[in-house]
């Protein structure tokens, strides 16, 4: 239906339009088609793994497409480089002209490399039979392959011979799969698997590579049959390549030949398979095309109708937006309501072809490439023009709150216009109170003021945010009055601020005052503080000149203390009077600056203060010197003694020579000096201080002894210095020697590199070095001179302000590096000549290699324009391929002369720093290449004009056969117009003819103009090809003229036809429309007239065969014999017959939901009686069951009820109807409900199933309304799905219409200005009229639904209210009575309980004698009362499940809902007051045996102290001796010892509590011991008394005490104490539990015990002791001592390396406990010059075993005949420390020759001891064994323990005591255990029965242990599961190491 395209363009082009059958359609000429592209897009690279091959991203032709021409132009010699991903580029060889892929990388190729196949078997070889493999490089291919792996699920082959010329490019034999498409999978020849580079294509997908069908280039039309061949090689081995043997002929010949004739057609198949799909492709494009044109021409209509809706609201709300009325009347309310409606209308509109275009832009994705462009183009315009219509309507949506807003901000105005009033009296009030402002306000006054402002400013502050909130306001009136209380608000505001800064002045002054009262409160306690002082230093004013030490020591402590708190009073008073005076800064000056004059008098008296206390404080420090005189004596001496100790070192140091000492024995003596020297520094500085504290205080008769001592520190110091001079001059000695040796090292290696040259370049020597030698010679000496360089930097540093004795050797060292410079620089030039002639032929011959490859491409280009020099002219599909050709060529020949030049640049800069004759010799021959290089060049250069020239002579020919074309075009368009005139418009097809030619004869119009236009820029300059292109020019005018004039007679005709096509088919098209719309009303009367009342009633009816069908299957009735017994055999019924029968129905039946009103009976009777007949006959019953169900889910009909036997008959489809013959049944062999049918479509009957075994349904039965539902609404759809198409036909063609006549003369006139003048008045009026008939239409149809779905549910609702309320008593009678009665039982528990918790006083409380009684009263009732209670909230559930049967209408239902819920939380409420009840009790008895504890643990304690006892031999006395007692036992001793304080019972639920029935001893020592926690410092005394006692020492805070005795209150304070013993120090003494005035001292805490987290060792004492045992983990010890701080001596650690296997490490010499484990071996040598272990003494009768090599360890054997010395020679016997070798060596030879030296850097282990990684590691290297020889690396060093708090204790295990450290191997422990692993709970300890097993989570109490188990090896212990109560034993870990039990603080 679109118009002819050239109407979009203005008329001025066809622009490819033409008329199709369905319309006119805009189409491209063939040359603009558009072909389907060819790759594929971008693989995912997680398909490599799925598919078993290389995975790249990307794939081998992944951006691949055709070449531009069928020319293949000859390959070159070597394949191109690799190219990026996805760059189009041409291939590398056989002459494709398109050939790209994403770069991509091949597998690496397996170990065996490339080559001739790495020695693997070729299993293919490609020949070739072809005249023209020459000619298209297929050389390059042929050869052998060899397999290397797999891609896609097949082998790929590497090509086994190398490329002559090109080694470096590889050929691979590789398949593709579809991945990237059919046309791009087969058997390929690449560079790469799935490279960039592709060669040769096969469309087979067999399992190995094709023997023929390859296509060469890939991208071939076909295959060329015989130009490659594939054949296995069945024997393997290598072949000869093609270019060394020549053909085979015989047997195998004639064999090949028959297999490529078979190949043949094989290959003539494909190819015309090829076809087919390429036309299946075509046909599918165009049917896309097709469908995209009607689906947009829908689309445009339905975005057409929504343009016209906006236009519509638009019209409706401009005058209301222009000038809105405050009056919001009922008038404006119905004409916003109206804008509102029609706003929601259009946006509806707008959503419906939002959607619709929405999905078929989602179908438009399954077109073709080039039609879904065009669909995606058209479609988003859509959308974007959609999305232009949502803005504009959604600022209308809300027009009326927009009404309302501005109604809002009147009121909101008014409401600030009222704040402001009241704010603006509250500020004149205010300024009434601050009249008077010359006097100061009281703070009241103030406070009174600020009352009333503050309200006022938050009032104006609220105006001001509401005036805020409002914003911009549109409104005119509205927003003048916003103006005016802006204003009003601002004066306001102006004002409060006014009068808040005069209040906050009168803030300030009131601030001030008190500031200034403080400051001077201040000021009077530092007087006092002055007075203390004073008060101080009174027992130095009695007239005793030196008071005894005691009263010395107490007499200064308190002046220094007297003098802290002064200088602290008035550093405080400064510090509040400068913060106080920065304070007045802030405020006004006139508060300021009277407050600052008071601060300031005061100022001055805390001066006078600070001056007396600072003297006060002088005189102080002279009395404590005076006192302390005698220890700076002792500081002195001890310094002097450490200077000695000095001196003593710094002697042992040489001063003359280096010679005489090794290095270490050096470094040994100055880290001695060094560390005296500190230590001796250190006291000085001590003694310095000691002396400069002492003599600031000093007085007259001092002075002289303190300057003595003076004189003797000033000695030390000065001795000091002087030796440090010594050390530190040491500590070059010691680096200088170090760089020294480490030098002469190098020295020596570079001396040999020179003597191995001098020696080879002797000119004695009858035969010289080789070039290569005498390059690598040079090279050495070059590397020797930097090295010596180097050696000489290091050497002249060190010399610099080196000690004599270092400077000399570094001077001899220095001299000697200068010697080997000048042997290196020597040798250099000796060699020169010779390294620099070699050098010089080398360049020689690179640079011939490269003349010659510049040759070769020189010879190229003359190839390449051979045919050009033939003599013959060649045709333009000749001259064009040989022309880019020549342009390659060109290009590869100028790159290699840029390359050439480049390198002779660059190796005549080389040549000049050469000598003079090899400098001559390189420039000789590089003049002579550059002239050889001149030659080819200026051929290069005179090949490139020639190639620029034919390639303008080919762009000529091209322009000139465009030319042509365009008068061919011009003639066939002229022969095409000849049959039409105005009579004669033609057919539709004539017209497409004529149309296309038109366009056509355009189209080559402009290529030629386009082509001439290049030839004319080309040609300028050059006069004859200017002149060419001229007469060129002349033949496209003339042909242009003819094209212009047939294109004018062409549009003429078009407008006629047109116009004449468009006003008969929008004529036809609104008749129809018209009529569909009269059809859809009829469909919808019944609804929209009626009301929907035949569907009601058709519903009740339904609800009456339901209990007919009920009450005839119940009876066992047929249907007739059912109406016989309705109608009492009368055989039908009368209207009122029938009224009379339905008024008894309900009772009859039961059933209350049939009883119907009198109007609805009758409307029943006349629903049944179809035939109006008056009467109800049987016909007319039958007729309700007969019922017709739709299929909702595709289902088959069978010929039997079983579905296992049966055969389909037909198949279901959705929507499907079938008319029911028989009730439902079920399947018994697969439980499907099924059913007797007929298809309502075809007639066809059988069996269906309605429902699956599954629950699925396939059938359903639809209502009468839901029918006529989907009826209307399909009629309704349709008529608007065809009145938008016509509506957007009419907008689309009549925009088209303007477009064309906008852009033409003559557009008022003609019959395009007639059609559209009729389009856009009488034909657009009609649409307009049938679109606003059916939305009047639509909306009363969808109110009438909502009204019917209303009634339909109220309907419903009637009946089913009833049924409901009978259903809910019965499910709330039985919970109601179970809730009276668990209400009981409560109440009796509550009774049992009430003899002790009635009980209101404490005291009465606690002594209530029967507590066990009522605790098993109660827990028996509290059992009872639990499961009954558990019984009722479980009949609630139940009954809560059977709510499900009522319906969910308010009503019945939701009552017995919320009653069931009150019943819950009554259930709840029961259960908390239960709970709360015998929490109630628990917490009372809990502190009745906390009560009766305490008594009975007091006394038993007295007991104790008095009969001086433990508490063993006190359980001894009840039990008995044995380690349990019985209860009974118990409490009859603990009512004696008490006195009758606690009762039986009471006693009885002690014992309980701390071990059950009977008590062991553990758990009576535990319970008489109790400890505390010192939370506040407090004395212990010696006695009871606190007046008599005396004071032992403070118990400090965080300390922990056991009680022995007590608490025992004193008669006279009435403090309760207790006797302690302190766990720090076993002090005994006395402590007070809280004093006078009732503060805390003591915290009671749990008796402190520790777990073992990691093995550790008990030792006997708490310093260094020996070791009792090794504590295991999981062992639990009590504290009996401590914890308390100890420090040990330092540990002695070394890194080391064992002789024996080189091990290196770190060892402890020397533990912290004085132990050790290794020591420096007297009897170690280490070999300084190789030496032989002999077997015998006598060196002339001896055997040689082997050689001691340099820096081996020897050990000398024990014993006086291990030594000998003869003959001048000292000889040892030993063995050698790496493999045990033993026998004789020399020590010192007759000549003085040292062979073998003591070591001292050498230990020996003298015990097993462990090497570690490192310095602080505890990972092990290995254990080294007692005898071991070490070599020290690093060390020895002194590594300083930390303090460590130590405890001593007893473990449970066995009862071992000792000490062991508090730290990351121990922790806290309390009886409290958590399992983590799941374990069982025994009865016994070995052996026993499992309980039950101890879930992950679980807590259990301790009650004793832990206890090894021996037969399993474990640690069990005896404890109480908190779940329930159960008592047993569990272990702790597995053996191996699994832990099942954790302490809690773990």
């Known amino acids: 239906r679109n118009m002819s395209s050239w109407w979009s363009s203005g008329g001025s082009s066809y622009g490819g339009g033409g008329y199709s059958s369905g319309g006119w359609q805009s189409q491209k000429p063939p040359q603009q088609q558009q072909k389907p592209s060819s790759a594929a897009s971008a693989r995912p690279t997680s398909a490599a793994a799925a598919n078993g091959g290389n995975r790249p991203s990307g794939g081998p032709t992944s951006n691949l497409m055709k070449p531009s021409s069928g020319v293949r132009p000859a390959a070159p010699q070597a394949p191109a480089q690799n190219r990026p991903s996805g760059r189009v580029g ?130 071939a039309p076909h295959p060329e049959h015989g130009l490659l061949m594939c054949d296995p090689i069945s024997g393997g081995g290598a072949s000869i390549p093609p270019w060394q043997r020549g053909e085979r002929g015989g047997a195998a010949q004639e064999m090949r030949e028959r297999q490529r004739r078979q190949e043949e057609e094989k290959a003539k198949k494909a190819e015309e398979d090829r076809i087919k799909a390429k036309r299946a492709e075509e046909a599918k494009k165009e049917k896309d095309q097709n469908d995209f044109n009607a689906s947009l021409s829908s689309a445009q209509d339905k975005v057409n109708v929504s343009e016209e809706a906006l236009e519509v609201v638009l019209q409706l709300s401009q005058p209301l937006l222009s000038d809105l009325s405050d009056d919001m009347g009922e008038t404006m309310q119905q004409v916003l309501h109206e804008v509102e409606e029609a706003v929601k209308t259009a946006q509806e509109k707008v959503l419906d072809a939002q959607t619709e275009v929405g999905q078929k832009t989602e179908a438009a994705k399954k077109y073709c490439a080039e039609v879904k462009k065009n669909a995606s183009n058209q479609y988003s315009g859509l959308q974007k023009k959609l999305t232009e219509f949502q ?39 205010v300024s009434m109170m601050t009249a008077q402002t ?211 070192a710094c002697e042992a140091i040489p001063s003359e020579s280096l010679d005489s000492i090794e290095l270490d024995a050096l470094k040994e003596l100055i880290e001695t000096a060094i560390s005296a020297e500190k230590t001796a520094s250190a006291e000085l500085t001590k003694s310095r201080k000691i002396v400069s504290s002492r003599q600031k205080g000093s007085g007259h008769s001092e002075d002289a002894a303190m300057k003595k001592l003076l004189e003797r520190v000033n000695t030390c110091q000065a001795t000091i210095i002087g030796h440090r001079k010594l050390a530190n001059s040491g500590e070059k000695l010691i680096q200088g020697k170090a760089v020294l040796v480490a030098q002469q090292e190098v020295l020596l290696k570079v001396q040999d590199s020179i003597e191995v040259a001098e020696q080879a370049t002797n ?5 010289q070095p080789p070039d290569e030698e005498i390059e690598t010679m040079g090279k050495t000496m070059t590397e020797a001179k930097q090295t010596l360089k180097t050696v000489l930097s290091a050497l002249e540093a060190k010399l610099n302000g080196a000690p004599a004795p270092l400077s000399k050797s570094l001077k001899a060292a220095i001299e000697r590096c200068g010697s080997l410079q000048e042997r290196a620089s020597k040798l250099l030039d000796i060699t020169r000549a010779r390294r620099e002639a070699v050098a010089v032929e080398g360049m020689s011959k690179a640079g011939a290699d490269k003349l010659e490859e510049l040759k070769a491409s020189v010879k190229a280009l003359d190839e390449a324009e051979l045919p050009f020099i033939k003599g013959v002219e060649l045709a333009l599909e000749e001259s064009r391929p ?90 066939k368009a002229e022969e095409a117009l000849a049959p039409f005139s105005d009579e004669n418009l033609g057919t539709e097809e004539e017209n497409r003819v004529l149309y296309a030619l038109l366009k056509a004869s355009e189209k080559a119009e402009a290529a030629a103009k386009s082509a001439l236009a290049a030839r004319r820029h080309d040609a300028k300059g050059n006069a004859s090809r200017t002149e060419a292109v001229d007469k060129l020019a002349e033949k496209l005018k003339e042909a242009s003229a003819e094209v212009s004039k047939h294109c004018k007679v062409g549009r003429i005709h078009e407008k006629k036809y047109v116009a004449q096509a468009l006003r008969a088919e929008v004529t036809a098209e609104i008749e129809a429309l018209e009529a569909k719309l009269e059809k859809t009303k009829e469909v919808c009367a019944p609804l929209v007239e009626e009301k929907g009342l035949k569907y009601l009633v058709a519903n009740t009816v339904e609800t009456l065969l339901q209990a007919w069908k009920e009450e005839k299957q119940g009876k066992g009735l047929s249907v007739e014999r059912l109406f016989d017994e309705m109608t009492e055999k009368r055989g039908s019924f009368t209207k009122e017959a029938f009224d009379a029968y339905l008024l008894k129905l309900p009772e009859t039946l039961s059933k209350d939901e049939l009883e119907f009103a009198p109007e609805r009976r009758s409307q029943i009777f006349d629903h049944m009686d179809s035939d109006n007949t008056g009467e109800i006959t049987l016909a007319n019953f039958q007729a309700l069951f007969v019922e017709t169900f739709v299929c909702c889910k595709p289902v088959t009909i069978t010929d039997k009820l079983a579905v296992k036997d049966s055969k389909m008959v037909m198949k279901l489809e959705l929507g499907d109807a079938v008319e029911a013959l028989g009730d439902i049944e079920v399947d018994e062999s697969t439980s499907m409900k099924r059913m007797e049918c007929k298809s309502c479509s075809s007639g066809s009957t059988g069996f269906v199933t309605v429902e699956g075994n599954q629950g699925t349904k396939y059938l359903e039965k639809t209502s009468a309304f839901e029918k006529a539902r989907e009826e209307i609404d399909r009629s309704v759809a349709a008529t608007g799905k065809a009145c ?409 650690k070394a890194k080391v390396k064992a002789t024996k296997d080189g091990a290196t490490g770190w060892l402890v010499i020397k533990d912290r406990t004085g132990e050790t484990m290794a020591e420096a071996d007297t009897r170690l040598f280490i070999c300084v010059q190789p030496i032989a272990i002999t077997d015998n003494v006598n060196i002339k009768e001896c055997k040689v075993i082997r050689k001691l090599a340099i820096g081996e360890l020897f050990k000398l054997d024990e014993g006086d005949d291990a030594k000998s010395s003869e003959g001048g020679v000292d000889r040892i016997r030993g063995k050698a420390c790496t493999d045990d070798a033993a026998g004789w060596i020399t020590l010192k030879g007759n000549a003085g020759t040292l062979y073998v030296e003591a070591t001292k850097k050498h230990y020996t282990a003298l015990a097993e001891a462990p090497l570690t990684k490192s310095h602080g590691s505890s990972e092990k290297v290995r254990s080294l064994e007692a005898g071991e020889a ?117």
């Open 90 to 219: 041409k291939p590398s060889t056989i002459g494709s002209s398109s050939s790209v892929g994403a770069t991509r990388r091949a597998p690496p190729p397996p170990s065996g490399g490339q080559g001739s196949g790495g020695g693997d078997r070729p299993e293919f070889r490609v020949t070739s039979n072809s005249t023209k493999k020459d000619e298209i490089g297929i050389e390059t291919l042929m050869g052998d392959y060899t397999k290397r792996g797999e891609n896609h699920g097949r082998p790929y082959f590497q090509k086994g011979q190398k490329i002559p010329g090109h080694e470096e490019v590889q050929v691979y034999m590789y398949y593709w799969d579809n991945r990237d498409g059919a046309d791009f999978s087969g058997w390929w020849f690449g560079n790469e698997v799935g490279g960039t580079q592709v060669w040769a294509r096969s469309d087979s997908h067999g399992p190995a590579p094709p023997r023929v069908g390859w296509r060469i280039p890939w991208d």
């Open 391 to 429: 803005n504009k309507l959604s600022p209308l949506k809300n027009i009326k709150a927009e009404m309302e807003k501005r109604l809002k901000t009147r009121a909101a105005l008014a409401a600030i216009t009222e704040k402001l009033d009241s704010s603006e009296v509250e500020l004149e009030k």
């Open 438 to 648: 010359s006097r100061q306000m009281t703070d009241d006054e103030v406070a009174a003021a600020l009352e009333t402002l503050v309200p006022a400013r938050r009032s104006i502050a609220d105006a001001e945010k509401k005036l805020a909130d409002l914003g911009k306001v549109v409104d005119p009136q509205n927003a003048t009055k916003k103006n005016e209380l802006t204003k009003s608000k601002d004066r306001a505001a102006t004002t409060a601020d006014k009068l808040y800064q005069l209040l906050n002045k009168q803030k300030e002054g009131i601030q001030a005052a008190e500031k200034v009262a403080e400051a001077t409160r201040q000021v009077v306690d530092a007087e006092a503080c002055l007075s203390a002082c004073q008060e101080a230093e009174m027992p130095f004013l009695k007239g005793i000149e030196i008071l005894p030490p005691d009263e010395s020591t107490t007499a200064i402590s308190e002046c220094e203390e007297a003098s802290k708190k002064a200088d602290s009073k008035i550093l405080e008073t400064r510090s509040l009077i400068k913060q106080a005076l920065n304070a007045f800064k802030k405020l006004s000056h006139e508060v300021s600056q009277p407050a600052a004059q008071e601060l300031s008098t005061q100022t001055k008296k805390l001066d006078v203060i600070d001056r007396k206390v600072m003297e006060f404080k002088k005189e102080t420090v002279a009395r404590k010197v005076a006192a302390m005189l005698a220890e700076v004596t002792d500081s002195v001496v001890s310094t002097e003694s450490k200077v000695e100790t000095l001196g003593k």
């Open 763 to 767: 000119p004695e020597n009858a035969e």
């Open 882 to 971: 040989q022309v880019e050709i020549c342009e390659k060529a060109l290009a590869d020949s100028e790159a290699l002369l840029k390359s050439f030049r480049s390198f002779l640049a660059e190796k005549k800069q080389e040549v000049k720093k050469f000598a003079k004759a090899a400098s001559d010799k390189a420039t000789e021959a590089f003049e002579k290449l550059n002239t050889e290089l001149g030659e080819s060049s200026t051929k290069i250069s005179q090949f490139k004009k020639d190639t620029t020239e034919r390639r303008a002579t080919v762009d000529l020919e091209i322009c000139s056969e465009l030319i042509a074309e365009v008068a061919t075009a011009a003639k």
């Open 1284 to 1692: 938008s198409q016509l509506s957007s036909h009419l907008t689309s063609k009549s925009k088209e219409l303007n477009n064309v006549l906008k852009n033409n003369k003559d557009s008022n006139t003609g019959p395009l200005a007639e059609v559209s003048k009729e389009l856009n008045t009488k034909m657009k009026s009609r649409v307009s009229s049938a679109q606003s008939t059916l939305d009047s239409l639509r909306r009363q149809v969808e109110e009438q639904k909502k009204a019917f779905k209303a009634k339909e549910e109220s309907e419903k609702k009637a009946y089913i209210a009833l049924r409901d309320e009978k259903a809910a008593k019965k499910i709330l009678v039985p919970v109601q009575a179970k809730g009276k009665a668990a209400e009981d039982l409560v109440k009796t528990v509550k009774e049992a309980a009430s003899p002790l918790l009635s009980i209101t006083g404490e005291a009465e409380q606690l002594a209530f004698a029967t507590p066990l009684d009522v605790e098993e009263a109660v827990s028996v009732k509290v059992k009872e009362a639990v499961a009954f209670i558990d019984q009722f909230k479980a009949l609630i559930a139940t009954q809560k499940a059977s709510l499900s049967e009522l319906s969910s209408l308010p009503g019945a239902a939701s009552l017995a809902k919320k009653e069931l819920h009150a019943m819950v939380r009554k259930g709840d409420s029961l259960m908390k007051s239960l709970n709360q009840c015998e929490n109630q009790l628990r917490t009372a008895i809990s502190k009745i045996v906390d009560h009766t504890q305490d008594v009975t643990a007091a006394a038993l304690r007295q007991t104790m102290s008095k009969d001086q006892i433990d508490a063993v031999a006190l359980f001894a006395k009840f039990s008995g001796g044995a380690d349990k007692a019985e209860e009974s036992a118990f409490c009859d001793f603990a009512i004696q010892q008490t006195g009758e304080k606690a009762s039986r019972q009471q006693l009885q639920l002690l014992c309980r509590q701390l071990d059950g029935k009977t008590i062991s001893k553990a758990a009576f020592r535990r319970f008489l011991q109790q400890y505390y926690e010192v939370i506040k410092t407090i004395a212990i005394t010696n006695d009871f008394n606190i007046s008599k006692g005396k004071s032992l020492r403070k118990a400090e805070v965080g300390e922990t005490v056991e009680v022995l005795e007590g608490p025992v209150s004193e008669e006279k304070t009435g403090m309760a104490r207790v006797r302690v013993r302190a766990l720090v120090d076993n002090m005994e003494g006395w402590i007070s539990l809280t004093g006078s005035q009732g503060t805390s001292f003591l915290k009671e805490i749990p008796k402190p015990f520790y777990y073992c987290k990691h093995e550790t060792t008990l030792s006997s004492s708490s310093g260094v002791g020996a070791k009792v045992r090794q504590i295991e983990q999981d062992e639990v010890l009590e504290v009996l001592e401590g914890p308390k701080k100890e420090t040990f001596p330092p540990t002695i």
């Open 1830 to 1946: 070490l070599e020290v690396l690093e060390g020895p060093k002194e590594e300083k323990a930390k303090p460590e708090l130590r405890c001593h204790g007893r473990a449970l295990l066995d009862g071992a005591e000792g000490w062991f450290t508090v730290g990351s191997s121990m922790a806290t422990w309390t009886m409290e255990y958590v399992c983590k692993a799941s374990t069982p709970l025994q009865d016994g300890l070995t052996e026993g029965k499992d309980l039950r097993s101890i879930e992950v989570g679980e807590k259990l109490v301790w009650l004793e242990g832990p206890t090894r188990d021996e037969a399993a090896g474990v640690l069990t212990i005896k404890a109480k599961a908190k779940k329930d109560g159960l008592v047993g034993y569990a272990t702790l870990r597995s053996k191996e190491g699994t832990a099942y039990l954790l302490s809690a603080t773990r």
